[in-house]
C-alpha cells in the first residue's frame, strides 16, 4: 500500500465515522501526517528530547542528554549525520569507537 492509497482509506473512514468526534480527530491527524510524509516535510529523528547520547574521542567518552532538538544552522552540536560517526546512541557504540580510535 502506497502512502496516497493509505490517505485516501483514512479520508473514507473519516467520512463514514461522523458519529464519534474523537475518531474523527484521530483520523485527521493521521491524514495530516500521513501527507507531510508523503510531500517529505516529515523527518524521523533517531533520537528524542531526554535520550542518552555518547560521543569518544582519543581519551574518553563523553556522556550527554538531549535536553532540545533545534533545526537551526548556527548552533548546532551535532546533526544527524553525526549519528553512529561521532555521536552514539548506545554506551556500548561509544566504546567500541574509542576502541577504534585508540588503535589509529
Not at 14 to 21: A, G, L, N, Q, V
Not at 65 to 72: E, S
Not at 83 to 90: A, D, H, R
Request: proline content about 1%; glycine content about 4%.
Amino acid at each position: 500500500m502506497t502512502i496516497k492509497e493509505a490517505i485516501e482509506i483514512l479520508k473514507d473512514l473519516r467520512i463514514y465515522d461522523d458519529d464519534c468526534e474523537t475518531d474523527v480527530e484521530a483520523l485527521t491527524i493521521a491524514i495530516d501526517t500521513l501527507e507531510k510524509l508523503e510531500e517529505g516535510k516529515l523527518i524521523e529523528l533517531p533520537c528524542k528530547v531526554g535520550d542518552t547520547v555518547y560521543q569518544a574521542d582519543r581519551m574518553r567518552i563523553y556522556q550527554s542528554r538531549i535536553k532540545n532538538i533545534i533545526f537551526d544552522t548556527d548552533g548546532v552540536a551535532f546533526d544527524k549525520n553525526a549519528i553512529g560517526k561521532t555521536v552514539f546512541l548506545t554506551r556500548e557504540e561509544a566504546e567500541k569507537k574509542l576502541e577504534e580510535l585508540r588503535e589509529k
